[in-house]
């Protein structure tokens, strides 16, 4: 690609919410980038839809975390729940109100945070954002790198000083740092759907976040503006293709709440949880943020929070070397911070979230209601236990690395 031009200092792979707000950062840094997009246009399909308190006040000085809050739904508590008896444990996110100036959930779309960073990112004149455009090459020398682009207007070659993947969990850029991409793929598929159907008005004391357990399995209930997103955690010896019949699906919704009338559906999709974590974030003067670097199970909505961590320590590691002089080796204090409070914080507690909710013994299951009912009962360990499960004491580790 020795043809290419140098037209920006730093080049993103990707364009969600990742991409964008590393956008967005090293834009109002003064740092020009160009972002290259492999979709059309903003996807707006069911993904992540829950942002923890320390992003809510990481976004806040952008304008993101206003927009969020006039398009999402304050949660102010979670729940663990066995289903249909209701006996629950609730855990109560004002007492993190001295650690954070959100404290709490807040439900919101995924493509909803998107708009909010592009819509933001149009007003800046050092980014571009291009959709359409898939990056299909890339490689680096000493001093900069490079991307091939199938865009529109042909194939293109462009060159910055750095090239991010924030290009999801097939990353090029990751392919193209030849880094392994280890880990596992669990067994189970889950079946994803939302219903406009008022769950709230039948179930009694139910939060906008609640896990349940129901017998022989599990299912998920969050609160989005206006619907409901079912997480169904279907029979293992029925097909996928069998259990996303209309059928199979009105069953497992009359299991939550029998109706006599049928559930309308508006939207459905199986997906397949992975844990996966490359074994370095940066080689040279390639990167990875969010999905290209690391994958975990959706328990406890901590991946697209954990990209977004990886954004803003990703910006100021680049800011740093493009404004301050700092040298390459910069790139691996990112991954110092970073990488290990993946592996041992998100991966591993979703891990142990999935873990428990897949526990089908009744009597274990009710000794682990206790458990989380004496901690919810105990404001000194509840506090503990929401630092842990809302992201922030990974926040301060990773802050404590040097």
Known sequence: MSNARSDCEVIIAGGGP?????????????VSVRVFEAEPAISLDLRASTFHPPTLDMLE??????????????????????????????????VLAGETRHPYRLQCEQWKLSESLLAHL????????IFGAPVTEVAQDENGACVRVQS?????????????????????VRKAMDLPFEGETYPET??????????EEHLEGLSNVTYCWKKDGNFSLLKVPGRWRVSIYPREDLSIEEQLSEEMIEASLQEIVPRAQAYEVNEKRPYRVHQRIVDKYNRGRLALAGDAAHLNSPSGGMGLNGGVHD????????????????????????DRKRRPIARDQIIAQADRNRARMREKDPEKRREMLA???????????????????SMIEGLRQSQAIT
Request: charged letters at 20%.
């Open 122 to 129: 149009q007003k800046e004149g050092h980014a571009q954002v």
């Open 61 to 94: 000085p952008f304008g993101v975390t206003a927009d969020l809050v006039a398009r999402g739904l304050v949660c102010p508590h979670w729940q663990i729940r066995l289903h249909p008896d209701g006996d629950r444990a609730v855990f109560d996110l004002s």
């Open 371 to 389: 458990d989380l009912q004496a901690i919810v009962n105990d404001r000194q360990r509840l506090h503990a236990y929401l630092l842990r499960s």
């Open 18 to 30: 990742v991409g964008l707000c590393l956008a967005l950062l090293l834009s109002r840094a003064g």
């Open 152 to 172: 529109a207007a042909g194939v293109e070659t462009h060159r910055a000083r750095f090239v991010i993947g924030a290009d999801g969990a097939r990353s090029l």
């Open 190 to 199: 889950t079946l994803l759907v939302t219903t406009l159907f008022p769950f």
């Open 311 to 334: 954004a803003f320590e990703l910006a100021a590691a680049l800011v740093d070397m493009l404004r301050h002089g700092a040298p390459l080796e910069r790139l691996d204090l990112y």
